[in-house]
């Protein structure tokens, strides 16, 4: 069998809270306003991080809804660093002021993620559900640099926006952000809405394969990938082997970036593997697109549940993947999207259905 090893996960996405104060056509988790049931208290919280802390180090990414509007969003913050783990956030950026990009420093947070999905205010504001959205999110940007955080901007990649990828990268070069990671559209929650939205196979290789040609010409100007693309690794190995995919900013010339955890090229998915979600309430899944249930915090440890659950425990057998995806020889440096392939067929150990690449046999490639 080709089981993956269960060590500590290198990032941990932890949704503290499902309330935002946007409405985005793609959202995963189909948040809105207003209070959710069930969220973990402080206290629960701090527990949490305790048991992450037993397992590894991972990044944990304070994601939502919009973690912002959890009033104990930094102190949990403060907690997690104090036992060790880089923390991180992502958020729409409308709510980043001064004042809160200064808090965010006190954390400190060692990164945040804004997302852009269009580089003109009208068609930004009309995909996140939000007059003034792209405007706030660009003051939300500056505001962090100032206070001297570094900013990723992330990107949801669909038919409808595809083609201002280059614009959008010329719009991150001139902001100076430290990296930008499209995501590829994995239409779940609200996102199923924009499932006809979703690139076709062909298009979203043809997309890929131009991200690979941009990210080799922008060097280390900044960290360039995508992400939700397990297949991208595949098209890095045919042309050519590795790629470093850009440190992004150095605070000292000469000298590795702290941060460069967050950049590393690893490999496709990392669901179960590299990679958990946490909910609002505690529910364990391999990643947020991945609607189904490894464990609940809440009945069983950290632990327990990264190191035992059934469901992790047969995504790490890579022998157990079927179709072309069980058959690939670059299924160990890929994987498929375990997300995709539960959504179209409701197994998440079938093919990936976009990705139009036919395995040739050969010997397994490896990362």
């Known amino acids: 069998m080709n089981i993956e090893t269960a060590s500590g996960p290198q990032l941990v996405a932890w949704e503290i809270t499902r309330s935002c104060n946007l409405s985005c056509a793609h959202c995963r988790a189909s948040a809105q306003s207003g209070g959710y049931e069930g969220e973990l208290s402080t206290e629960e919280c701090f527990k949490m991080v305790d048991q992450i802390a037993e397992v590894g180090s991972p990044i944990l990414i304070l994601t939502g809804g919009e973690p912002l509007l959890r009033e104990d969003v930094f102190d949990i913050g403060k907690y997690a660093i104090g036992k060790g783990l880089r923390v991180v956030m992502g958020t729409n950026g409308t709510m980043v002021t001064g004042a809160i990009a200064q808090k965010m420093k006190s954390v400190p947070l060692s990164r945040i993620s804004i997302s852009l999905d269009y580089p003109t205010p009208d068609l930004?504001?009309?995909?996140?559900?939000?007059?003034?959205?792209?405007?706030?999110?660009?003051?939300?940007?500056?505001?962090?640099?100032?206070?001297?955080?570094?900013?990723?901007?992330?990107?949801?990649?669909?038919?409808?926006?595809?083609?201002?990828?280059?614009?959008l990268v010329d719009l991150a070069l001139d902001l100076g952000v430290a990296a930008f990671h499209p995501f590829m559209l994995v239409p779940t929650g609200r996102g199923k809405g924009l499932a006809q939205e979703e690139l076709s196979p062909e298009d979203y290789e043809a997309t890929l394969k131009w991200i690979y040609q941009k990210q080799k010409e922008l060097g280390d100007r900044f960290n360039f990938k995508p992400t939700d693309a397990p297949h991208y690794y595949r098209i890095?190995?045919?042309?050519?082997?590795?790629?470093?995919?850009?440190?992004?900013?150095?605070?000292?010339?000469?000298?590795?970036?702290?941060?460069?955890?967050?950049?590393?090229h690893t490999r496709g998915c990392l669901a179960g593997t590299g990679f958990c979600f946490i909910s609002h309430t505690g529910k364990v899944q391999g990643c947020g697109y991945?609607?189904?249930?490894?464990?609940?915090?809440?009945?069983?440890?950290?632990?327990?549940?990264?190191?035992?659950?059934?469901?992790?425990?047969?995504?790490?057998?890579?022998?157990?993947?079927?179709?072309?995806?069980?058959?690939?020889?670059?299924?160990?440096?890929?994987?498929?999207?375990?997300?995709?392939?539960?959504?179209?067929?409701?197994?998440?150990?079938?093919?990936?259905?976009y990705c139009v690449y036919r395995p040739t046999g050969n010997v397994a490639v490896t990362v």
């Open 236 to 264: 890095v190995k045919q042309c050519g082997g590795s790629v470093s995919f850009g440190h992004g900013h150095r605070p000292n010339q000469g000298q590795p970036s702290p941060h460069h955890g967050m950049n590393a």
């Open 124 to 167: 930004q504001d009309e995909f996140r559900g939000a007059r003034g959205a792209f405007q706030s999110a660009i003051a939300g940007i500056r505001n962090a640099q100032e206070a001297g955080i570094e900013v990723q901007i992330n990107m949801t990649v669909t038919r409808k926006n595809a083609e201002y990828l280059p614009e």
């Open 290 to 353: 991945l609607d189904i249930e490894a464990g609940d915090i809440k009945k069983n440890t950290f632990s327990e549940v990264w190191n035992e659950s059934p469901l992790f425990r047969e995504i790490r057998d890579l022998s157990k993947l079927k179709g072309k995806c069980g058959r690939c020889e670059f299924k160990t440096v890929c994987g498929g999207c375990r997300a995709r392939a539960y959504e179209t067929s409701g197994d998440y150990l079938a093919a990936e259905p």
